[in-house]
Nanobody, 116 residues
Framework: QVQLVEAGGGLGQPGGSLRRSCTASGGTFSNYDMSWYRQAPGKERELVATITRAGGITNYAESVKGRFTISRDNAKNTVTLQMNSLKPEDTAVYYC?????????WGKGTLVTVSS
């Protein structure tokens, strides 16, 4: 049973930075791609960024491209989302996600608020 536990986030200011991390347990972390999703109030959950199992390929939503960076440390079973140049529209609950076999695994999600 894979568990994803998130940390970081909280309150940030427009133009500022925040970092979110997610630590996985119960599986072989280096065997699966990792993603971050977010869900803003009243909106659908959307994919923010994905990183392949070895970290060689990353993909980003157009809305965060050039501002957010996803990375991973397979030795620590951790994936990180570095969020720079924050905007108020980045306010959302952020979720760590992995698809392993036929199952979806989600972190509990934590709120990131961008406000002055």
């Amino acid at each position: 049973q894979v568990q994803l536990v998130e940390a970081g986030g909280g309150l940030g200011q427009p133009g500022g930075s925040l970092r979110r991390s997610c630590t996985a347990s119960g599986g072989t972390f280096s065997n699966y791609d990792m993603s971050w999703y977010r869900q803003a109030p009243g909106k659908e959950r959307e994919l923010v960024a994905t990183i392949t199992r070895a970290g060689g390929i990353t993909n980003y939503a157009e809305s965060v491209k050039g501002r957010f960076t996803i990375s991973r440390d397979n030795a620590k079973n951790t994936v990180t989302l570095q969020m720079n140049s924050l905007k108020p529209e980045d306010t959302a609950v952020y979720y760590c996600y992995a698809a392993i076999g036929y199952r979806d695994y989600w972190g509990k999600g934590t709120l990131v608020t961008v406000s002055s």
